[in-house]
């Protein structure tokens, strides 16, 4: 006979699904046995803990552009998910999470690991969280839970009791309080309306320095932005998870905006009379035009979440590429170009910037120079995650973006941890192209460690072996450093900002890894290009300076005050800071005299 736990993987086959990030326990097993019969298929692959899995299978989607399927036991297994499954929520990644539970008759008994699953998902799948009680219950939810997850760009939570799992699969009947279900859907290439069409290109023809910004909703527009940007005469802007929408080798992308922005996109922001905004909600308004400043259009598939941010005139709610082709033919060619010729210059200007500043000498490697040296290296076709913490600023500024390259990151929860199984779900999801994690090593000792025996386990598998953690070695927690300094005028508190030194490349050695530490600047180059042509994965051991400031090209005058504040109570690392902070300060003030 076939089970219920049978049929749940012979219904994720049918949706095309080819493997679930799991790890087992016994509210569970009798999907396991399930995974046991069908001869692994879809493939059950193990983390090393239930957060990675989330974390994995949100890598997978936000990677392969298709939900992400995740499974743990019930009680800690369920509850291990959790953060993973919340960075999926916040950055709008379609992710399946699949639970067991403590049979139905010891439920409120007060059972061992028994937790109330629908009150503890019900947050974080607040699209859809179901149980399944009866048989006849499984192919409808399902179905649901995938077609919601790729519908709402959020996860979904299914709780599978372990008697339930055990039970002979029945199907719905043709019956009263029966339902049915199906497989499959299709998307319609939806714009938005035509009047609101042409209010929209009314304004932006109106306008003399137009602005766009795009995030992560506008991936697959690329011609039509390159269209809309020669139209106007304008800058792009990226937000951060959008950073791989346009290439960085287009003269007028002034590249991430934000607190981990770039100068050009700020003064872009500051000088334009027109907004257009195509698939962002990038939250940060103080980084916008002045809310007076500047008449504005937006452009975003989701009807919930559009008008935010800004005081926008028209919003139009529609697929990006769709609605810019719609846009197009309405849009008159300015035959003035001096503002996208300023933007051009200034963000030549900041390419050259970031090159000096990554040359700027440090004890003993510029953290800077790890992204650009990759930058240099990179394969045309490489999927790039960064970590939270210092890793992220340096991603956003110096990695240029070219090619199919793809990046991504924890944009809006922004946790430590997910850059090494992110690459995990990366390569799971493109087994042919290469995977890179940018990991500082806080985040590789929280999580980063313990998954490279993931990495160790699967890599043979995989068409092209490359899977490359360059760690962000410095003893230091130091984003969180930086943050006190600058944020609070505290000096750096030693017992919870340093971390134990770790050989990072000696655990990677000891897995069968490839491993290499970099102490000298000069060996970067090297370094990658034998990570980048190896025939297995690779750890970088980057010692690295903690004193090397992340300073925001827009610092503030309180912020500044602040740090030197910091400085001046006894921050332990405060002549370091000093001496590097001026000298990379000093690169971009060189480059404005150039100018």
Request: aromatic fraction near 8%.
């Amino acid at each position: 006979m076939t089970t219920v736990a049978d049929q749940l993987l012979s219904r994720l086959r049918e949706w095309g699904v080819e493997q679930v990030f799991g790890y087992p326990g016994d509210g569970i097993n009798g999907i396991l046995g399930a995974f046991s019969r069908a001869g692994d298929q879809p493939r059950f692959i193990q983390s090393r803990h239930e957060e990675m899995s989330a974390f994995e299978a949100v890598g997978f989607a936000k990677f392969g552009d298709r939900p992400g399927v995740c499974m743990a036991t019930s009680g800690p297994g369920a509850i291990h998910l959790l953060n993973g499954l919340y960075d999926a929520k916040l950055d709008h990644v379609p992710v399946v999470a699949i639970v067991g539970q403590t049979n139905r008759t010891a439920m409120g008994g007060n059972y061992q690991q028994e937790v109330d699953l629908l009150s503890l998902f019900k947050d974080v799948a607040s699209d859809y969280v179901q149980m399944v009680t009866v048989p006849e219950q499984l192919p409808n939810v399902v179905d649901r839970a995938m077609r919601i997850a790729m519908t709402r760009h959020a996860p979904t939570a299914l709780i599978i009791p372990n008697d339930v799992q055990e039970l002979d699969y029945s199907a719905p009947t043709h019956a009263f309080k029966m339902v049915p279900s199906s497989l499959g859907m299709t998307w319609p290439r939806s714009a938005g309306a035509a009047d609101a069409v042409a209010r929209a290109a009314e304004l932006l023809n109106a306008g003399s320095r137009v602005a766009v910004l795009v995030g992560q909703g506008a991936r697959g527009a690329e011609a039509e932005l390159r269209q809309v940007a020669d139209l106007l005469g304008a800058g792009v802007a990226k937000a951060l998870l959008g950073k791989d929408v346009l290439s960085d080798e287009l003269p007028w992308v002034t590249g991430s905006i934000g607190l981990l922005g770039t100068r050009p996109s700020y003064e872009m922001m500051r000088g334009c009379d027109t907004l257009l905004t195509v698939g962002s909600n990038f939250p940060y308004t103080q980084f916008m035009p002045e809310l007076d400043q500047a008449r504005a259009v937006q452009i975003d598939i989701d009807g919930t979440m559009i008008g935010m941010r800004y005081p926008y005139e028209v919003n139009l709610v529609g697929d990006a590429a769709a609605t810019l082709r719609e846009l197009i033919p309405l849009l008159e060619r300015k035959e003035d170009r001096s503002w996208q010729e300023k933007i051009i210059a200034d963000v030549e200007r900041w390419w050259d910037t970031m090159e000096r500043e990554a040359r700027v000498s440090a004890a003993p490697v510029n953290p800077m120079r790890i992204f650009s040296e990759f930058s240099v290296e990179a394969p045309h076709d490489a999927m790039i995650a960064a970590d939270s913490g210092s890793a992220a600023n340096w991603y956003a500024r110096q990695v240029r973006m070219r090619g199919a390259m793809r990046g991504t990151l924890s944009g809006t929860l922004a946790t430590m941890g997910p850059a090494v199984p992110y690459a995990i779900g990366a390569k799971f999801a493109h087994p042919d192209r290469p995977a890179i994690a940018f990991e500082g090593d806080g985040a590789m000792q929280m999580n980063g460690l313990a998954e490279l025996i993931t990495v160790a386990r699967y890599w043979s598998e995989w068409s092209d072996p490359r899977l490359v953690v360059a760690v962000l070695h410095n003893n230091d927690l130091n984003q969180v450093t930086w943050e006190l300094r600058a944020m609070g005028g505290t000096p750096k508190f030693v017992e919870s900002q340093a971390l134990p030194d770790v050989s990072y490349a000696g655990f990677a050695a000891s897995v069968g890894l490839g491993a290499l530490t970099i102490t000298d600047p000069d060996e970067l180059a090297g370094a990658w290009k034998t990570a980048l042509t190896a025939d297995r994965p690779y750890v970088l051991d980057i010692h690295c300076d903690p004193d090397v400031p992340p300073i925001p090209p827009h610092a503030d005058l309180a912020q500044m005050k602040a740090t030197a504040q910091a400085l001046i109570k006894g921050d332990t690392s405060r002549w370091g800071v000093i001496r590097e902070g001026i000298k990379t300060k000093a690169q971009e003030l060189f480059s404005s005299d150039d100018s």
